[in-house]
Protein backbone atom coordinates (compact mmCIF):
# COMPACT_ATOMS: atom_id res chain seq x y z
CA UNK A 1 0.00 0.00 0.00
CA UNK A 2 1.25 3.33 -0.55
CA UNK A 3 0.76 4.27 2.78
CA UNK A 4 3.58 1.94 3.91
CA UNK A 5 5.96 3.29 1.62
CA UNK A 6 8.45 6.00 3.43
CA UNK A 7 7.54 9.75 3.17
CA UNK A 8 10.16 12.89 3.46
CA UNK A 9 10.04 16.67 1.84
CA UNK A 10 11.81 17.79 -0.89
CA UNK A 11 13.18 19.95 -2.89
CA UNK A 12 11.77 19.31 -6.20
CA UNK A 13 12.92 20.52 -9.25
CA UNK A 14 10.31 20.40 -12.00
CA UNK A 15 12.52 22.79 -14.14
CA UNK A 16 14.39 25.46 -14.12
CA UNK A 17 15.10 27.58 -11.52
CA UNK A 18 15.64 30.47 -13.17
CA UNK A 19 11.65 30.07 -14.17
CA UNK A 20 10.61 29.40 -10.09
CA UNK A 21 9.90 26.16 -10.99
CA UNK A 22 11.47 24.65 -7.72
CA UNK A 23 9.34 23.34 -4.71
CA UNK A 24 9.43 22.22 -1.17
CA UNK A 25 7.20 19.32 -1.32
CA UNK A 26 5.54 16.29 0.16
CA UNK A 27 7.43 12.65 -1.83
CA UNK A 28 7.05 9.12 -1.32
CA UNK A 29 10.26 6.71 -2.03
CA UNK A 30 10.34 3.62 -3.61
CA UNK A 31 11.79 0.52 -1.76
CA UNK A 32 16.04 0.26 -1.68
CA UNK A 33 17.42 -1.97 -3.62
CA UNK A 34 20.06 -4.38 -2.96
CA UNK A 35 23.23 -1.99 -3.13
CA UNK A 36 21.23 1.35 -1.84
CA UNK A 37 20.46 2.53 1.85
CA UNK A 38 17.70 4.80 2.94
CA UNK A 39 19.73 7.92 4.80
CA UNK A 40 17.55 10.16 7.28
CA UNK A 41 19.49 13.54 6.01
CA UNK A 42 20.02 16.38 8.52
CA UNK A 43 22.13 18.61 6.12
CA UNK A 44 23.33 18.80 2.44
CA UNK A 45 25.80 21.46 1.52
CA UNK A 46 24.25 23.91 -1.35
CA UNK A 47 26.63 23.82 -4.69
CA UNK A 48 27.03 25.57 -7.61
CA UNK A 49 26.53 22.37 -9.58
CA UNK A 50 23.05 21.90 -7.89
CA UNK A 51 22.08 25.29 -9.85
CA UNK A 52 23.50 24.58 -13.08
CA UNK A 53 21.94 21.55 -13.75
CA UNK A 54 18.77 22.80 -12.50
CA UNK A 55 18.77 25.94 -14.83
CA UNK A 56 19.10 24.94 -18.13
CA UNK A 57 16.57 23.42 -20.21
CA UNK A 58 15.66 19.80 -19.85
CA UNK A 59 18.37 18.04 -22.16
CA UNK A 60 21.96 15.54 -22.34
CA UNK A 61 22.42 15.42 -18.28
CA UNK A 62 19.05 17.74 -17.83
CA UNK A 63 16.60 15.73 -16.20
CA UNK A 64 12.87 17.08 -14.39
CA UNK A 65 11.34 16.27 -12.35
CA UNK A 66 14.12 15.40 -10.38
CA UNK A 67 15.52 16.05 -6.45
CA UNK A 68 19.16 17.58 -6.44
CA UNK A 69 21.60 18.02 -4.13
CA UNK A 70 24.94 16.32 -3.60
CA UNK A 71 26.46 17.07 -0.29
CA UNK A 72 24.50 15.11 2.01
CA UNK A 73 25.69 14.63 5.83
CA UNK A 74 22.77 11.94 7.90
CA UNK A 75 22.05 8.93 9.83
CA UNK A 76 21.51 5.37 7.77
CA UNK A 77 17.65 4.16 8.47
CA UNK A 78 18.30 1.02 6.48
CA UNK A 79 20.40 -1.08 4.30
CA UNK A 80 19.94 -3.48 1.11
CA UNK A 81 21.27 -6.93 1.36
CA UNK A 82 24.24 -6.39 -0.39
CA UNK A 83 25.47 -3.58 1.53
CA UNK A 84 28.72 -2.92 3.22
CA UNK A 85 29.89 0.46 3.66
CA UNK A 86 27.59 1.42 6.83
CA UNK A 87 24.57 -0.22 9.44
CA UNK A 88 21.61 0.79 10.50
CA UNK A 89 22.17 3.90 12.79
CA UNK A 90 25.30 4.89 11.14
CA UNK A 91 26.44 8.48 10.78
CA UNK A 92 27.67 9.01 7.01
CA UNK A 93 28.79 11.79 4.58
CA UNK A 94 27.87 11.70 0.94
CA UNK A 95 29.83 11.98 -1.89
CA UNK A 96 29.64 11.22 -5.65
CA UNK A 97 28.92 8.14 -7.41
CA UNK A 98 31.25 5.92 -9.39
CA UNK A 99 31.22 2.28 -11.05
CA UNK A 100 34.14 1.08 -8.95
CA UNK A 101 34.98 -1.51 -12.14
CA UNK A 102 36.23 0.68 -14.85
CA UNK A 103 40.01 1.37 -15.47
CA UNK A 104 39.89 4.81 -13.31
CA UNK A 105 37.71 3.13 -10.35
CA UNK A 106 40.25 0.04 -10.56
CA UNK A 107 43.10 2.95 -10.41
CA UNK A 108 42.08 4.64 -7.46
CA UNK A 109 40.65 8.16 -9.84
CA UNK A 110 36.77 7.11 -9.43
CA UNK A 111 36.31 10.50 -10.12
CA UNK A 112 37.10 10.02 -13.85
CA UNK A 113 34.56 7.07 -14.00
CA UNK A 114 33.90 6.15 -17.23
CA UNK A 115 29.86 6.14 -15.89
CA UNK A 116 30.07 9.61 -14.40
CA UNK A 117 27.91 11.18 -16.37
CA UNK A 118 25.40 8.30 -15.94
CA UNK A 119 26.06 7.49 -12.94
CA UNK A 120 25.80 11.20 -11.00
CA UNK A 121 23.91 13.90 -13.59
CA UNK A 122 20.60 11.53 -14.89
CA UNK A 123 20.48 9.26 -11.14
CA UNK A 124 17.18 7.11 -11.47
CA UNK A 125 13.49 7.41 -10.64
CA UNK A 126 13.11 7.16 -7.09
CA UNK A 127 10.65 9.79 -5.36
CA UNK A 128 6.58 10.35 -6.34
CA UNK A 129 4.43 13.29 -4.94
CA UNK A 130 2.74 12.03 -2.15
CA UNK A 131 -0.83 14.01 -3.94
CA UNK A 132 -0.05 11.82 -6.95
CA UNK A 133 -2.89 9.51 -7.85
CA UNK A 134 0.11 7.19 -9.35
CA UNK A 135 0.52 3.72 -8.32
CA UNK A 136 3.94 4.32 -7.86
CA UNK A 137 4.94 1.01 -9.74
CA UNK A 138 7.36 3.23 -11.52
CA UNK A 139 8.21 6.27 -9.41
CA UNK A 140 7.81 9.80 -11.48
CA UNK A 141 10.98 11.67 -10.02
CA UNK A 142 14.44 11.13 -10.42
CA UNK A 143 16.41 10.80 -7.53
CA UNK A 144 19.96 10.04 -6.90
CA UNK A 145 21.47 12.86 -8.39
CA UNK A 146 25.51 12.07 -7.37
CA UNK A 147 23.83 8.75 -6.34
CA UNK A 148 22.16 11.04 -2.96
CA UNK A 149 19.52 13.96 -4.09
CA UNK A 150 20.45 14.80 -0.55
CA UNK A 151 17.83 18.30 -1.54
CA UNK A 152 15.62 15.71 1.05
CA UNK A 153 15.05 14.89 4.58
CA UNK A 154 15.03 11.63 3.39
CA UNK A 155 16.62 9.66 0.64
CA UNK A 156 17.77 6.30 -1.34
CA UNK A 157 21.58 6.49 -1.67
CA UNK A 158 23.99 4.36 -3.63
CA UNK A 159 26.59 2.69 -1.65
CA UNK A 160 29.34 4.02 -3.56
CA UNK A 161 28.39 7.55 -2.93
CA UNK A 162 28.80 6.65 1.01
CA UNK A 163 31.80 7.56 3.33
CA UNK A 164 31.18 6.13 7.06
CA UNK A 165 31.72 9.34 9.44
CA UNK A 166 31.98 6.79 12.62
CA UNK A 167 34.16 8.09 15.01
CA UNK A 168 34.96 11.27 12.18
CA UNK A 169 32.90 14.07 14.21
CA UNK A 170 32.08 14.69 17.82
CA UNK A 171 28.38 15.92 17.71
CA UNK A 172 25.50 16.31 15.34
CA UNK A 173 26.39 19.78 14.76
CA UNK A 174 29.55 18.85 13.87
CA UNK A 175 28.38 15.73 11.47
CA UNK A 176 26.20 18.68 9.66
CA UNK A 177 29.47 21.06 9.21
CA UNK A 178 30.81 18.57 7.50
CA UNK A 179 28.84 17.83 4.98
CA UNK A 180 30.21 20.36 1.87
CA UNK A 181 33.44 17.96 2.16
CA UNK A 182 32.06 15.51 -0.38
CA UNK A 183 31.42 17.87 -3.31
CA UNK A 184 32.93 21.91 -3.32
CA UNK A 185 35.34 21.10 -0.33
CA UNK A 186 36.91 18.30 -1.64
CA UNK A 187 37.00 19.65 -5.30
CA UNK A 188 38.83 22.44 -3.93
CA UNK A 189 41.23 20.76 -1.65
CA UNK A 190 41.60 17.47 -4.11
CA UNK A 191 42.64 19.57 -6.86
CA UNK A 192 45.80 21.54 -4.95
CA UNK A 193 46.94 17.71 -3.22
CA UNK A 194 46.20 15.01 -5.41
CA UNK A 195 45.92 17.16 -9.29
CA UNK A 196 48.74 19.92 -8.89
CA UNK A 197 50.40 17.75 -5.81
CA UNK A 198 51.44 21.17 -4.77
CA UNK A 199 54.47 21.86 -2.52
CA UNK A 200 56.53 24.63 -0.70
CA UNK A 201 58.01 25.72 -3.58
CA UNK A 202 55.16 26.18 -5.65
CA UNK A 203 53.13 29.73 -6.41
CA UNK A 204 49.50 28.94 -6.38
CA UNK A 205 47.32 31.39 -8.23
CA UNK A 206 43.20 30.00 -6.95
CA UNK A 207 40.57 32.11 -10.18
CA UNK A 208 37.41 32.53 -7.77
CA UNK A 209 37.07 32.16 -4.00
CA UNK A 210 33.90 30.61 -3.67
CA UNK A 211 33.53 27.33 -1.52
CA UNK A 212 35.96 25.41 -3.73
CA UNK A 213 38.67 28.07 -4.32
CA UNK A 214 38.59 28.94 -0.62
CA UNK A 215 39.21 25.32 0.36
CA UNK A 216 41.82 25.22 -2.13
CA UNK A 217 43.31 28.38 -0.59
CA UNK A 218 43.21 26.33 2.90
CA UNK A 219 44.94 23.20 1.55
CA UNK A 220 47.94 25.10 -0.53
CA UNK A 221 48.76 26.33 3.37
CA UNK A 222 48.40 22.73 4.57
CA UNK A 223 51.30 21.53 2.12
CA UNK A 224 53.53 25.43 3.06
CA UNK A 225 53.43 26.65 -0.70
CA UNK A 226 55.38 29.75 -0.52
CA UNK A 227 53.11 31.70 -2.34
CA UNK A 228 49.53 31.58 -2.35
CA UNK A 229 47.18 34.58 -4.40
CA UNK A 230 43.46 34.71 -4.48
CA UNK A 231 41.48 36.62 -7.31
CA UNK A 232 38.31 37.76 -7.14
CA UNK A 233 35.95 40.41 -7.38
CA UNK A 234 34.05 40.13 -3.83
CA UNK A 235 35.78 41.99 -1.27
CA UNK A 236 34.63 40.31 1.54
CA UNK A 237 36.14 37.14 0.15
CA UNK A 238 39.73 38.10 -0.90
CA UNK A 239 39.29 39.68 3.13
CA UNK A 240 38.42 36.04 4.18
CA UNK A 241 41.26 34.55 1.80
CA UNK A 242 43.77 36.40 3.40
CA UNK A 243 42.70 35.04 6.82
CA UNK A 244 42.88 31.16 5.64
CA UNK A 245 46.13 31.56 4.13
CA UNK A 246 46.36 33.78 0.91
CA UNK A 247 49.60 35.66 0.69
CA UNK A 248 48.31 37.82 -1.89
CA UNK A 249 44.99 38.99 -3.24
CA UNK A 250 43.49 40.52 -6.40
CA UNK A 251 40.45 42.53 -6.87
CA UNK A 252 39.65 41.63 -10.31
CA UNK A 253 37.25 44.72 -10.69
CA UNK A 254 39.82 47.11 -9.47
CA UNK A 255 43.44 46.64 -11.65
CA UNK A 256 43.97 50.23 -11.29
CA UNK A 257 44.77 50.02 -15.51
CA UNK A 258 46.89 46.70 -15.38
CA UNK A 259 46.12 43.38 -16.73
CA UNK A 260 45.19 40.51 -14.74
CA UNK A 261 48.14 38.77 -15.99
CA UNK A 262 50.79 41.64 -15.36
CA UNK A 263 49.20 41.43 -11.93
CA UNK A 264 50.03 38.02 -11.24
CA UNK A 265 53.92 38.45 -12.55
CA UNK A 266 54.26 41.44 -10.14
CA UNK A 267 53.82 39.26 -7.29
CA UNK A 268 55.02 36.14 -8.32
CA UNK A 269 59.09 36.96 -9.16
CA UNK A 270 57.63 38.28 -12.72
CA UNK A 271 57.28 34.33 -13.66
CA UNK A 272 53.87 33.71 -12.97
CA UNK A 273 51.90 31.12 -11.08
CA UNK A 274 53.84 27.36 -11.20
CA UNK A 275 50.11 26.13 -10.82
CA UNK A 276 46.87 28.04 -11.46
CA UNK A 277 43.41 26.87 -10.76
CA UNK A 278 40.33 28.29 -12.56
CA UNK A 279 37.34 27.79 -10.22
CA UNK A 280 35.10 30.13 -12.55
CA UNK A 281 34.90 28.79 -15.76
CA UNK A 282 34.70 31.97 -17.65
CA UNK A 283 36.67 31.64 -20.31
CA UNK A 284 38.26 34.89 -20.80
CA UNK A 285 39.69 33.85 -17.11
CA UNK A 286 40.91 30.44 -18.19
CA UNK A 287 43.04 32.12 -21.21
CA UNK A 288 44.49 34.76 -18.83
CA UNK A 289 45.75 31.95 -16.30
CA UNK A 290 47.09 30.19 -19.06
CA UNK A 291 49.17 32.99 -20.01
CA UNK A 292 50.32 34.25 -16.33
CA UNK A 293 51.16 30.35 -15.49
CA UNK A 294 55.50 30.14 -15.73
CA UNK A 295 57.47 27.67 -18.03
CA UNK A 296 56.80 24.33 -16.73
CA UNK A 297 53.61 25.22 -15.02
CA UNK A 298 50.37 23.66 -14.12
CA UNK A 299 46.56 25.19 -15.45
CA UNK A 300 44.16 23.08 -14.07
CA UNK A 301 40.13 23.58 -14.81
CA UNK A 302 37.65 23.06 -12.19
CA UNK A 303 35.37 25.34 -12.76
CA UNK A 304 32.46 24.55 -15.71
CA UNK A 305 32.84 26.43 -18.77
CA UNK A 306 30.10 26.37 -21.54
CA UNK A 307 29.48 23.51 -23.66
CA UNK A 308 30.47 25.74 -26.55
CA UNK A 309 33.21 27.17 -25.07
CA UNK A 310 37.12 26.34 -26.71
CA UNK A 311 40.55 27.54 -25.82
CA UNK A 312 42.60 28.86 -28.24
CA UNK A 313 46.74 29.56 -28.33
CA UNK A 314 49.47 29.16 -29.91
CA UNK A 315 50.41 25.43 -30.14
CA UNK A 316 54.15 26.00 -31.01
CA UNK A 317 54.40 28.64 -28.06
CA UNK A 318 52.80 26.02 -25.36
CA UNK A 319 55.17 23.25 -26.24
CA UNK A 320 58.35 25.25 -26.04
CA UNK A 321 56.81 26.50 -22.73
CA UNK A 322 56.22 23.25 -21.22
CA UNK A 323 52.79 24.11 -19.69
CA UNK A 324 50.35 21.51 -18.54
CA UNK A 325 46.83 22.50 -19.29
CA UNK A 326 44.34 19.90 -17.88
CA UNK A 327 40.79 19.37 -16.46
CA UNK A 328 40.07 18.24 -12.69
CA UNK A 329 36.73 16.23 -11.07
CA UNK A 330 36.18 16.11 -7.58
CA UNK A 331 40.15 16.86 -6.85
CA UNK A 332 40.57 13.65 -8.00
CA UNK A 333 40.23 12.26 -4.75
CA UNK A 334 38.33 8.66 -3.62
CA UNK A 335 36.29 10.16 -0.91
CA UNK A 336 36.06 7.35 1.34
CA UNK A 337 39.86 8.24 1.96
CA UNK A 338 40.16 11.85 1.23
CA UNK A 339 37.35 13.39 3.34
CA UNK A 340 38.70 11.42 6.46
CA UNK A 341 41.84 13.44 5.78
CA UNK A 342 40.19 16.80 5.43
CA UNK A 343 38.09 16.17 8.81
CA UNK A 344 41.99 15.64 10.66
CA UNK A 345 43.14 18.53 9.48
CA UNK A 346 39.88 20.23 10.69
CA UNK A 347 40.44 18.96 13.91
CA UNK A 348 44.09 19.86 14.27
CA UNK A 349 42.85 23.40 13.52
CA UNK A 350 44.44 23.60 9.65
CA UNK A 351 41.23 23.35 8.59
CA UNK A 352 38.95 25.89 8.86
CA UNK A 353 35.97 24.72 7.30
CA UNK A 354 33.74 26.56 9.97
CA UNK A 355 34.48 30.26 8.08
CA UNK A 356 33.08 29.06 5.20
CA UNK A 357 29.77 27.33 6.07
CA UNK A 358 26.89 29.63 7.32
CA UNK A 359 23.66 27.48 7.68
CA UNK A 360 19.75 27.76 6.83
CA UNK A 361 17.01 26.04 7.33
CA UNK A 362 15.60 23.98 4.65
CA UNK A 363 12.56 25.84 4.19
CA UNK A 364 14.72 28.53 3.24
CA UNK A 365 16.89 27.34 0.15
CA UNK A 366 16.20 30.20 -2.01
CA UNK A 367 17.42 32.37 0.27
CA UNK A 368 20.64 30.29 0.68
CA UNK A 369 21.15 29.87 -3.07
CA UNK A 370 20.32 33.87 -3.51
CA UNK A 371 23.21 34.16 -0.70
CA UNK A 372 25.76 32.22 -2.91
CA UNK A 373 25.07 33.72 -5.68
CA UNK A 374 25.52 37.22 -4.49
CA UNK A 375 28.91 36.00 -2.88
CA UNK A 376 27.26 37.14 0.70
CA UNK A 377 27.55 33.63 1.69
CA UNK A 378 30.00 31.31 0.49
CA UNK A 379 28.83 27.78 1.09
CA UNK A 380 25.73 27.34 2.54
CA UNK A 381 24.17 24.49 4.17
CA UNK A 382 20.68 23.38 4.34
CA UNK A 383 19.18 22.23 7.80
CA UNK A 384 16.75 19.11 7.47
Known sequence: ???????????????????????????????????????????????????????????????YPSVKGHEGAGYVKAVGSAVTAAQEGDPVLLSFASCGSCHACLDQVPSYCTSFNELNFLGSKTFDLT??????????????????????????????????????FQNRQELALFSPLGCGVQTGAGTIVNVAQA??????????????????????????????IGIDKVGKRLELAKELGATDVINGAQLGGSSLVERVREVTEGLGATVTMD?????????????????????????????????????????????????????????????????????????????????????????????????ETVKPVLLW
Open 1 to 63: MASERPTARAIVSHGSLKEDQWRMEDVELRAIREDELLVEIIASGVCHTDVHFGSEKEGPSIV
Open 199 to 228: GPKDAVVVIGLGGVGLSAVMAAKVLGCRKI
Open 279 to 375: TTGVTALTMQGIEFTRNHGKIIQVGTNPLDATADFPMFLFMVSGKQFMGAVEGGATPTKFVPQLIKWYHEGKFPLDKLVKTFSADDWKKAIDEMGSG
Open 131 to 168: SSSASFSEPSIAGKFFGQSSFANLTIVSQCSVVNAKGL
